[in-house]
């Protein structure tokens, strides 16, 4: 019987730099979809998938983020004091969703880096990652669908997803034979090859289940493209030594992250909100570009 998947890690650390100014003084993670900052689409896809406890990976200026999931005296006191009980409810369910750890990384090293300073908090567990601005919009939760990947083959999985075109050479790609629809065995992955050059269209976009030996290979790899420990080296080093498996995930995946991913992100959750759709599809109708 595999091991349970506990615990999952959130590299929160970054500058959000394709985001500035709105991320000068604001994480980018708290950055709202409609009425909730990103990280919380993540947290609670986390949950849904059966996750007991999260460590959320900060750095300086973050203090947003623990906020928001803190509990706020001072607001609580004043919605109830002011009868809004719904809005009273939704604020307490924030800070209730989950249990939640900080830790901060110093310096912005990369995502490999980031993942190592959660080691303590996994404690020789596998363990989920998740990157708050890519939000997958699933029926399923991704996070579920790759632990029943896992739970089968006791190994580290990817999510991935299909991306046609030169856009595949934004993403880390995998080379991978099927073992059956949907489901793969890596066998090398490339971190932002040319279009000409990718080995398939499957890009590993921001959910990895991953096991604990990880963590000695993260060590291990220097500093690799920007100056950065990436993850995907790594992997990459551990791939000799265990097998990796790969989910195409269903569901559509927002890269919330980007400007326009952003943007578009935005309108399609607005819409499926039965209290703003109708009207925001009727504005959207009216248009005249």
Known sequence: MPQKIRKAVFPAAGLGTRFLPATKASPKEMLPLVDKPLIQYGVEEAVASGIESIIIVTGRGKSAIEDHFDISFELEHLLRERGKNELLKQARAVSEI?????????????????????????????????????????????????????????????????????????????????????????????????????????AIIGRYILTPDIFDEIERTGAGAGGEIQITDAMRSLLKKRPFYAVRLEGTRHDAGDKLGFLIATVEFALKRPDLGPEFAGYLRSLKV
Do not use: N
Not at 107 to 134: M, S
Not at 149 to 170: C, D, H, N
Not at 175 to 201: L, Q, T
């Open 98 to 202: 989950a249990r939640i750890s900080y830790v901060r990384q110093r310096e912005a090293l990369g995502l490999g880096h980031a993942i190592l300073q959660a080691r303590d908090f996994v404690e020789g567990e596998p363990f989920a990652v998740l990157l708050a601005d890519d939000i997958v919009d699933a029926e399923t939760p991704a996070l579920k669908q790759m632990m029943k990947i896992y739970e089968e083959f006791e190994a580290p999985v990817l999510g991935t997803m299909q991306i046609k075109g030169e856009a595949i050479s934004r993403f880390g790609v995998i080379d991978a034979e099927a073992v059956r629809d949907g489901v793969y065995k890596i066998k090398d992955m490339v971190e932002k090859p040319p279009f000409a050059e990718a080995p398939s269209d499957l």
